[in-house]
Each structure stands twice: as C-alpha cells, then as structure tokens.
C-alpha cells in the first residue's frame, strides 16, 4: 500500500506521461535498464508498469547508499524489496561473479530487475559507458530479454543533491524488448545496449 | 463576493449549458454525417474538445459557486499546471533548481494569497518587482553565468505569463463597484467572451478560413477566422451586458479588448512552441492539449479587462 502510494505521488510530481513502443509489458521474466540521472528514477519507472506487474519488479540498488539508516533499510527491504548488490567493492573478479549469482538466484524465475547500468547518477547531459554486469547477467540466464527505457528530464525534476523536487513533466518510453545474441562480444552487446537507450531519447 | 442565488448568475451558467447541450448534439449529428478520413478525424478532435468543455465547465461552476476561495484556488492551480509546462519547454539549467522551488511554491500561492486578502497594491507589484529580483538573485546564488540573461528572463516571463497574468481573473472578485454586487459575474464574462473567441475563431477559421494571418507562426489562424470570432465573440458578450457593471456598447467594447488581447496571447504561446518545435504544452486536457494551451487567451487577455474595469468602473 506504501508503494501503492509512493507511485501515485512519484507521478503527480513527475508529471510521466508513458510510452511503450512495443506492447505493454507482461509477466514475463526482463531486465528493464534505464539511463540514471535521479533519485526519482526508480519510483517514476516503477510506477510506470501496469499496477498488477509491480509486485514482481524489484530494483537493484546500491547497498553503501541503501542500506545506511532506519528508513532507507526500510524502504528498501519492505516496501521496494530491493536487491543490494556491492557497488565497486574490490574490483576483482571473484566479488563481481558473486554479485552476479546473487542477483540471479534473488531473480528465481519470476522477478524482473530495474537496473542502472551507467552504475551512478548522471548529470542528464550524456549517458555514461555501462558496468558489465548487464552482460555478466544475460550470460548467467540465457535467453533473458531486456528492455531500454528512456527517463526523460528527472535530471530537472530533481537533480543530484537537491531535496525537493520542481514538478515539472517527464517521459518514460520503454523500448522494445533486446537480448544478448550468441557469442556477442561484450564491448559490442554493452555498446548496443546503451545505443538503445539513446535512440528512445531521440524519439 | 459570490452569491448562490444571484439570479443573472444562474442565466449565465444556464446558457451556458444550453450552450454545451446544442454543441453537443451537433457534434452527434457530424460524427453520422463525416465521409472522408480527415473530416472524421477532424469531427473527433471536436467531440473529444466537447466532452473536455463539459468537465472544464463543472469544474469552473462548481468553483465560482463556492465562492472567492474556491476561484481562487481553481486558477492557483491552473497557474501552476500552466507554469509545471512553460518550465518544462524552457531552456531552463539544472542550476536553476532552486529558483523555480521558489517559483512555485512561495511566489505562485503568494500572488493568490494576495488576492485573498484583498491587498491589491502588493498583488499588482509582487511579481513585476519582487519576483523580478528574487528570481536574478536566486540564479546568481546557483553561481553559473553561461546564459544567465536568458535563463533567468525565461524564468521570470514564466511566472509572468502562467502566474500573474492569470492571477488578475480572479483578482476581479476583489473590485469594489458601486451598485454592482456579484463579482463573480465578471469572472464568467471574461472566461466566456475569451473561451467562446477560441471557438468561434476556429470554427470560422475552419468554414471559410483562406488567408493565413501568421503563416510562420500558426499556420492554422486565419483572417476570416479571426474577424469572424472576434465579431461574433464580442457580439455575445454585448449580449450578456445585463450580468455585468457595463452598458450594451461598453460591454461590446471591452469585448472586442477582450478578444484582441486573446487573440495576441494566443500568438504569442503559439510562437513559444514553434520555438521550442513542440505541437501542444502538454496532453492535460484531451483534444485541447495542456493547460497552457487553452489558456494562452486568457493570459493576455485576463490584465486587460481587469485594469480596464478597475480604470473604468471602481471610484
């Protein structure tokens, strides 16, 4: 219900308007990444899938961020029930596979994710280069459609480091569906992924 | 200010139903008789603006009906939705973030404020002076200065046009005229005489509409179109002179202001857009686009009758 609620105010003050290029989404199992400007991002994303979809489309989120104090630990584990992942960390492979496996087994086979694979809050201007692990992911579970969304001006509504928003209008365009082709390099599939995204923004 | 029972009050709104009930059945009656593709597209763009003039009428009653505050609020608000899409089309910068925080939340529900407390000296300068220095400021504090000029003019045009502009529609409850009680009469002359200008200036423009008036900036708005609904418009609101303060040839004249200053806001937002190489403000209101498009009239033409009343008609 506290989610319920979060949505319907992420909306009013981000004014979304919502565009699917393919048809709505579904249950199906996905990825849907989007370029990552605001704190806004993933409420107004979220809130933009079909009410039923919700309860099965949880956020990947930084642990260092959200899991620091009473209320962040409780939005995130209770009304979200995000999955923390260790962002940066050692650096070596070994903790990334971990991360990686992690976020597969929190998937089973009926959650979608809400990633940020630029890793970090952007200033809007350019989309940053991608982490890998979009495509640590797609080689973990083959076949996993993911799809490019588009969140256009939460970098005006609320910007890094300011408190309150300016409820000015915003976009989300969901993209169609993509997936790691076989034996797709991962600089190429990393590429083409964020290409997609830049497309949406063009529209 | 507004009283339930003032009888012109009542004819007004009335006719104004009536009004909505035969545009109603006309739209039916074309929507049956639409052959071609684009004359049914046309018709349903026209049945969708009618059913949207239904819920925006209801709304507006129903607000004028409760008296001062309820106007007050209504147009608080539409200042806000209006102001919510002029700032998403202007260039305005993330350093800007706190001078619009300031915009909407303290500057806009200050103007409105003012106008509940009757302080009319304040309300004709807060925005032009106080807003003009808070707004330059604020961006200096941001500490950029690439395009500080037109960031913060954008800004303060912004709030000049969706809030102050508007603002003097319902500062016309507050105008003491002598032998006239009611004000909100005033309030629904000038919607009126504004809306029904839109209307009528596209129905003409679409019957005999040839010669385009602005070609570069909207390409749809013709001479016929605007003599047509200027006209007429104005001739309605001579006929409902006896809701208002005016004699018949006064009403028809600060008609014809009502409906040129209309017709220049209406100009003037159409050229922001094309500017900004967007159709429609937003997609608030279905068939009309968003709050700034139907409004744009109003802007302009809201100022104008309300200094030309007060000049006019308060001692």
């Given at each position: 219900?506290?989610?319920?609620?979060?949505?319907?105010?992420?909306?009013?003050?981000?004014?979304?308007?919502?565009?699917?290029?393919?048809?709505?989404?579904?249950?199906?199992?996905?990825?849907?990444?989007?370029?990552?400007?605001?704190?806004?991002?993933?409420?107004?994303?979220?809130?933009?899938?079909?009410?039923?979809?919700?309860?099965?489309?949880?956020?990947?989120?930084?642990?260092?961020?959200?899991?620091?104090?009473?209320?962040?630990?409780?939005?995130?584990?209770?009304?979200f029930?995000?999955?923390l992942?260790?962002?940066?960390?050692?650096?070596?492979?070994?903790?990334?596979?971990?991360?990686?496996d992690?976020?597969?087994?929190?998937?089973?086979?009926?959650?979608?994710?809400?990633?940020?694979?630029?890793?970090?809050?952007?200033s809007?201007?350019?989309?940053?280069?991608?982490?890998?692990?979009?495509?640590?992911?797609?080689r973990?579970?083959?076949g996993?459609?993911?799809?490019?969304?588009?969140l256009?001006?939460m970098?005006?509504?609320?910007?890094?480091?300011?408190?309150?928003?300016?409820?000015?209008?915003?976009?989300?365009?969901?993209?169609?569906?993509?997936?790691?082709?076989?034996?797709?390099?991962k600089?190429?599939?990393?590429?083409?992924?964020?290409?997609?995204?830049?497309?949406?923004?063009?529209? | 200010?507004?009283?339930?029972?003032?009888?012109a009050?009542?004819?007004?709104?009335?006719?104004?139903?009536?009004?909505?009930?035969?545009?109603?059945?006309?739209?039916?009656?074309?929507?049956?008789?639409?052959?071609?593709?684009?004359?049914?597209?046309?018709?349903?763009?026209?049945?969708?603006?009618?059913?949207?003039?239904?819920?925006?009428?209801?709304?507006?009653t129903?607000?004028?009906w409760?008296?001062?505050?309820?106007?007050?609020?209504?147009?608080?608000?539409?200042?806000?939705?209006?102001?919510?899409?002029f700032?998403?089309?202007?260039?305005?910068?993330?350093?800007?973030?706190?001078t619009?925080?300031?915009?909407?939340?303290?500057?806009?529900?200050?103007?409105?404020?003012?106008?509940?407390?009757?302080w009319?000296?304040?309300?004709a300068?807060?925005?032009?002076?106080?807003?003009?220095?808070?707004?330059?400021?604020?961006?200096?504090?941001?500490?950029r200065t690439?395009?500080?000029?037109?960031?913060?003019?954008t800004?303060?045009?912004?709030?000049?046009?969706?809030?102050?502009?508007?603002?003097?529609?319902?500062?016309?409850?507050?105008?003491?005229i002598?032998?006239?009680?009611?004000?909100?009469?005033?309030?629904?002359?000038?919607?009126l005489?504004?809306?029904i200008?839109?209307?009528?200036?596209?129905?003409?423009?679409k019957?005999?509409?040839?010669?385009?008036?602005?070609?570069v900036?909207?390409p749809n708005?013709?001479?016929?179109?605007?003599?047509?609904?200027?006209?007429?418009?104005s001739?309605?609101?001579?006929?409902?002179?006896?809701?208002?303060?005016?004699?018949?040839?006064?009403?028809?004249?600060?008609?014809?202001?009502?409906?040129?200053?209309?017709?220049?806001?209406g100009?003037?937002?159409?050229?922001?857009?094309?500017?900004?190489?967007?159709?429609?403000?937003?997609?608030?209101?279905?068939?009309?686009?968003?709050?700034?498009?139907?409004?744009?009239?109003?802007?302009?033409?809201?100022?104008?009758?309300?200094?030309?009343?007060?000049?006019?008609?308060?001692?």
């Amino acid at each position: 219900m506290i989610a319920g609620l979060l949505a319907s105010v992420a909306r009013l003050v981000s004014g979304a308007s919502v565009f699917y290029l393919d048809k709505p989404p579904d249950e199906r199992q996905r990825v849907y990444f989007a370029n990552h400007t605001s704190h806004l991002d993933f409420v107004v994303l979220w809130s933009a899938l079909p009410p039923n979809l919700r309860p099965l489309v949880r956020p990947v989120a930084a642990r260092d961020y959200w899991d620091k104090g009473a209320l962040r630990r409780y939005f995130s584990e209770k009304v979200f029930r995000a999955i923390l992942i260790d962002r940066g960390g050692s650096g070596s492979v070994g903790d990334a596979r971990g991360t990686i496996d992690r976020l597969a087994a929190e998937m089973e086979n009926r959650y979608s994710i809400i990633v940020f694979p630029e890793g970090t809050r952007g200033s809007g201007e350019e989309i940053a280069p991608f982490k890998s692990g979009l495509y640590h992911l797609c080689r973990q579970k083959p076949g996993l459609e993911l799809v490019p969304v588009y969140l256009d001006n939460m970098n005006r509504i609320l910007p890094k480091g300011e408190l309150l928003p300016v409820p000015m209008l915003s976009r989300v365009i969901l993209g169609r569906p993509m997936a790691l082709e076989p034996g797709e390099p991962k600089p190429a599939f990393l590429e083409r992924a964020r290409e997609a995204i830049r497309e949406l923004r063009g529209l | 200010m507004t009283r339930l029972s003032d009888p012109a009050l009542v004819r007004l709104v009335g006719g104004v139903l009536v009004l909505l009930a035969v545009a109603t059945a006309v739209g039916f009656v074309l929507s049956r008789r639409a052959r071609t593709e684009s004359a049914r597209a046309t018709v349903a763009n026209l049945n969708a603006r009618i059913r949207a003039w239904w819920i925006m009428v209801a709304v507006f009653t129903i607000a004028v009906w409760t008296g001062g505050i309820g106007s007050i609020v209504l147009f608080a608000l539409m200042s806000l939705l209006a102001l919510r899409e002029f700032v998403t089309l202007a260039p305005t910068r993330q350093e800007d973030h706190r001078t619009l925080l300031w915009s909407f939340f303290a500057v806009t529900p200050l103007q409105y404020y003012l106008i509940g407390i009757r302080w009319y000296g304040l309300f004709a300068i807060m925005i032009p002076v106080y807003a003009f220095v808070l707004v330059a400021v604020s961006n200096v504090i941001a500490g950029r200065t690439d395009r500080f000029l037109e960031r913060t003019a954008t800004i303060h045009w912004g709030l000049m046009v969706c809030v102050y502009c508007v603002s003097h529609a319902p500062a016309l409850l507050i105008l003491d005229i002598p032998g006239y009680r009611t004000n909100a009469k005033l309030l629904v002359f000038l919607v009126l005489v504004v809306q029904i200008s839109d209307v009528l200036q596209y129905v003409f423009g679409k019957l005999f509409g040839k010669h385009p008036i602005a070609p570069v900036i909207s390409p749809n708005k013709t001479w016929e179109g605007f003599a047509g609904g200027v006209l007429t418009a104005s001739l309605v609101g001579t006929a409902i002179w006896w809701a208002t303060p005016f004699t018949p040839p006064q009403a028809f004249a600060l008609s014809v202001a009502i409906t040129l200053a209309g017709f220049a806001g209406g100009l003037v937002m159409s050229a922001i857009k094309r500017d900004r190489g967007v159709k429609d403000y937003g997609a608030l209101i279905a068939g009309h686009g968003g709050m700034l498009d139907r409004i744009d009239s109003l802007c302009f033409a809201a100022p104008v009758f309300f200094h030309l009343t007060r000049y006019f008609f308060t001692p």
